[in-house]
């Protein structure tokens, strides 16, 4: 993984958004430590796929029975 400073990001933020379009992945530090990483956007296939799951996994999930949902919220459970 290639990385660049912060200040040499801002200057160069077209340049490393076309790279990582391309596939590589560019770290972004800041007062020499990592701060961030710019990575490629996933396929549009892939995030359909995602959501698909996700939904599926919404549809088949099985609620605790005797709790409400805005008791689950609440402790973080759902």
Known sequence: MHTVGLFEAKQKLSEIVERAAAG????ITRRGKLAAIVVPAPSQADVKSIFEDI????KTAKRPKGFRSKQLIEE???
């Open 76 to 78: 973080g459970r759902l």
């Open 24 to 27: 590589e992945r560019i770290g």
């Open 55 to 58: 939904e599926r996994i919404r």
